[in-house]
């Protein structure tokens, strides 16, 4: 007696939640469902993985939407479009049939669906598209992550270990003050993204108390900084998230912010809080000079865009943003640093660029 033999299907689901179970077992085919929370960790995956058989991507995702992925997935991952792409969404929407139909995602299903529906689909697109050779590399600008140069690393790994040794008093005494002080871990620790799209943990002091968003509006009728965090808001909403982006770099010790500790105010003014970060470089997630590590919610912005060449470099403790501010004594507008850190990311493959970075450090305490 003849065994069934099934074909197994890799399929990739960007959301927040699974929505589907795994495997699951349709006809001759058995599909694995893997789910991302966050479109910077599909780099991760594919490295470990290799290229899915499909891209099965919710509409709303977190600080995204799933047709800026689309166009990221292609500009990046998929040139050639062989990889069916099927976004998800709660319902038909405008936006979707009013795209162009060269950039549209080979189809939108609505939820709720069940598995066996989503499987059907992306066999018939497999079927209508070039088959994808898993055996050769995939077709990827930016994804590969910048390999430090092992002077670089040296320099790195031994500055950052000295630096923590020498700092780890202040850190113990502010550890246990953060502690005494509020509720909560000691650490305040987020997704950022350094070269080739990597997701890693980004460690600070935690200089503001947990459900730090419930007290501002707790406090919101007796604190100014309310006023201008609305008046931030008011900026997004009418000239765009760009705006907003330079209000937040431009406003580091929120001097009036009931979110913050008192302990917070003081590590923010003296940037104890950033100190952790030493930790980071020691890990290799991070290098002592590279580009500001950017929040998922800010890369995103940048993945389809001319800037998304910031990426091929490492994320840095101080980097040439840092230098020129300090220089100048005034900020830089969104366009300005991301420029810089473009040139930042090409100098970093000179021979030569161990010795800007020395400069940069200068520069940076100087």
């Known amino acids: 007696m003849e065994k069934n033999i099934k ?3 890799r399929i990739l689901h960007i959301g927040a939640d699974p929505e589907f179970p795994s495997p699951v077992i349709f006809e001759n085919y058995v599909a694995e469902i893997e789910t991302i929370d966050n479109p910077f960790s599909v780099s991760q995956w594919i490295m470990a993985n290799g290229l899915p058989d499909a891209i099965v991507c919710e509409r709303k995702l977190t600080g995204d939407n799933g047709s800026d992925f689309y166009d990221f997935w292609t500009n990046y991952f998929d040139q050639d479009r062989r990889i069916p792409f099927i976004l998800l969404e709660e ?3 405008q936006e979707t049939a009013s795209m162009p139909p060269q950039n549209n995602p080979d189809d939108v299903l609505s939820k709720p669906l069940t598995a066996e529906t989503l499987i059907s689909r992306i066999v018939v697109l497999k079927q209508s598209k070039p ?7 995939p077709n990827i600008k930016a994804y590969i992550p910048y390999k430090l140069p ?3 690393r040296v320099f790195d790994v031994v500055v950052a270990s000295l630096g923590l040794l020498v700092v780890s008093p202040i850190l113990l005494i502010f550890i246990a003050a953060i502690s005494i002080g509020s509720k909560g871990n000691v650490f305040y620790i987020s997704k950022r993204v350094s070269s080739g799209f990597m997701v890693f943990d980004f460690y600070k002091l935690r200089s503001m108390y947990i459900k730090s968003d419930k007290r501002l509006k707790e406090l919101a009728h007796v ?3 309310v006023k201008e965090e609305q008046a931030a808001n008011d900026v997004k909403s009418i000239s765009g998230l760009n705006s907003a982006i ?4 431009g406003n580091t010790t929120n001097v009036g912010d009931p979110r913050i500790t008192r302990i917070g105010h003081i590590i923010r003014k003296l940037k104890i809080d950033e100190l952790p970060q030493l930790y980071n470089v020691i890990k290799g997630d991070m290098s002592m000079v590279g580009n500001r590590p950017l929040p998922l919610y800010e890369a995103e912005l940048l993945t389809t865009s001319d800037w998304a060449d910031r990426f091929h470099s490492t994320a840095g403790i101080t980097g040439p943003w840092k230098a020129v501010t300090r220089r100048k004594l005034k900020s830089m507008s969104h366009e300005e640093r991301n420029s810089l850190q473009n040139k930042y990311s090409d100098f970093v493959k000179n021979p030569y660029s161990f010795w800007k970075d020395i400069w940069i450090i200068i520069r940076t305490i100087f």
Request: glycine content about 0%; proline content about 0%; aromatic content about 14%.
């Open 91 to 93: 319902s038909n929407n």
């Open 223 to 225: 604190n100014q900084f």
């Open 150 to 152: 092992i002077l670089k």
């Open 7 to 9: 074909e197994k299907l």
């Open 131 to 137: 088959a994808a050779n898993k055996t050769d590399a």
């Open 246 to 249: 330079d209000y937040r770099y």
